[in-house]
């Protein structure tokens, strides 16, 4: 490639490491992919709240999780998969996500300190680490 | 060679243009109706102006820019949390930027520089967000940030070029970069 204005040598430097970021960071993120009894845990502050494994779910249900100064997220669970319907917070991250299912998918609510991940094994504990990939 | 002039009136006002600039684009940007890849994952426009602030202006000025651009966007929307969030971003995305900057022209182009910012402005913000929430696992999220910020990073750092080109161009304003506070070390 000729040596264009806009990719100086420390150019290269910073985008070959984000884009090595980028594949090595994917690559890490589907190893914990799989999935035999998917259990999904909701997090307030750190402190799980509510438990549930997905595919012992046989009814949808949904409920509200409070938190300071009238936040509230409502959170909806059908089998085998999770996510948060109804939220106060201004951005609606957490809405938008829609469903997770996997292990390496996460729904956060920040201004809320919400949490909800979905768990490698049934035992894993919460807010520890479970595995450094590189 | 070129100096800070003292605090005069045409220092604030390119301060106080500079603001407003950031604060529109950050209003504008929120307006756009875009995906939600990732939290976090943004356009960055407003990071146009602290790459032009960075490079025409004495460092602090930028810097004033930048913190007071962080406060007033809160007000203007995103809430007070945001704060938190945008300054511990927008101040290690900024160091990072200022050191690059010195070295630009040799071993930088503007859009690299912009394209590093935009990563560690992620970087900053889910290293905040992961004590808030107190969730290692937070750190998934790195390689969409890497690639978004790639890919915004480098668009917002070709209009800051462009930016900073017409100024140089239209001699609006003699153009300072870092060598006021750093003593001169670039070219």
Not at chain 1, 2 to 18: E, N
Not at chain 2, 58 to 67: H, Q, R
Not at chain 2, 94 to 106: E, N, Q
Not at chain 2, 133 to 143: A, C, G, K, M, W
Request: hydrophobic share 50%; proline share 4%.
């Amino acid at each position: 490639m000729r040596d264009s204005k806009y990719f100086l040598p420390g150019d290269i430097i910073i985008y070959m490491g984000l884009l090595l970021i980028f594949l090595l960071g994917s690559f890490a993120a589907m190893g914990r992919t799989n999935n035999g009894s998917p259990t999904a845990v909701v997090t307030q502050d750190g402190k799980s709240i509510h438990r549930v494994r997905l595919d012992a779910v046989t009814e949808p249900y949904e409920f509200r999780v409070e938190g300071s100064g009238g936040a509230y997220n409502i959170i909806q669970v059908e089998h085998g998969r999770i996510r948060v319907v109804e939220a106060s917070c201004p951005d609606q991250i957490d809405v938008k996500q829609g469903w997770i299912s996997q292990s390496h998918q996460s729904i956060v609510c920040l201004p809320n300190r919400l949490v909800i991940r979905i768990l490698k094994a049934e035992h894993e504990p919460v807010g520890e680490i479970d595995g450094i990939a590189f | 060679m070129k100096e800070a002039p003292a605090l005069s009136v045409r220092r604030i006002t390119w301060i106080g243009v500079m603001v407003s600039q950031a604060l529109l684009l950050h209003v504008v940007e929120r307006l756009l109706p875009l995906p939600q890849l990732a939290p976090g994952v943004k356009l960055g426009l407003a990071n146009i102006v602290t790459l032009v602030a960075l490079e025409i202006l004495p460092w602090g000025d930028a810097l004033s820019i930048l913190i007071l651009r962080s406060f007033l966007g809160a007000l203007l929307g995103g809430g007070a949390s945001g704060v938190l969030f945008s300054l511990a971003g927008g101040i290690l995305s900024f160091l990072g930027m200022s050191v690059l900057m010195r070295h630009k022209g040799s071993l930088f182009s503007v859009p690299a520089i912009s394209v590093a910012g935009a990563f560690l402005h992620n970087v900053g913000q889910l290293c905040i967000a992961a004590l808030v929430v107190e969730t290692f696992n937070i750190i998934v999220y790195f390689p969409i940030l890497a690639i978004s910020a790639l890919v915004t990073g480098f668009f917002t750092g070709v209009v800051a070029d462009l930016v900073i080109k017409a100024i140089e161009h239209s001699r609006l304003m003699p153009v300072m970069g870092t060598t006021t506070q750093f003593g001169s070390l670039r070219k």
